[in-house]
């Protein structure tokens, strides 16, 4: 009976090193995400884009540039106007 009340013993510490390793390495890996199919990625450059300030930014456009606004409290991006490149010169 003793030697299994050691053997429980030596597993119920080995559990508890088990879980606090567990604990400090689990924040310290990285995920690395693959498509199965090339044709889902997407390029995003930011060549046409100009920052404002304030949360604005504005995109060039064919002569026009987009204004946009973020709204971190509600964490979407909402266009606030439009304005042709010619008038921005006189």
């Known amino acids: ?3 299994q009340a050691k053997e ?3 597993i119920r510490i080995a559990l508890i090193f088990l879980v606090i390793v567990t604990l400090f390495t689990a924040g310290r890996s990285d995920v690395d995400v693959d498509f199965p199919y090339e044709d889902n990625e997407v ?3 930011q ?5 404002l300030g304030d949360g604005r930014f504005g995109v ?3 002569g026009h540039l987009q204004i946009y ?3 971190p409290d509600q964490n979407k991006v909402k266009k606030v ?10």
């Open 1 to 3: 009976m003793e030697e």
């Open 8 to 10: 429980l013993r030596r």
């Open 43 to 45: 390029s995003v450059t």
């Open 47 to 51: 060549e046409h884009v100009v920052q």
């Open 60 to 62: 060039l456009d064919y």
């Open 69 to 71: 606004e973020y709204d």
């Open 81 to 90: 106007k439009e304005v042709s490149l010619e008038e921005l010169d006189e």
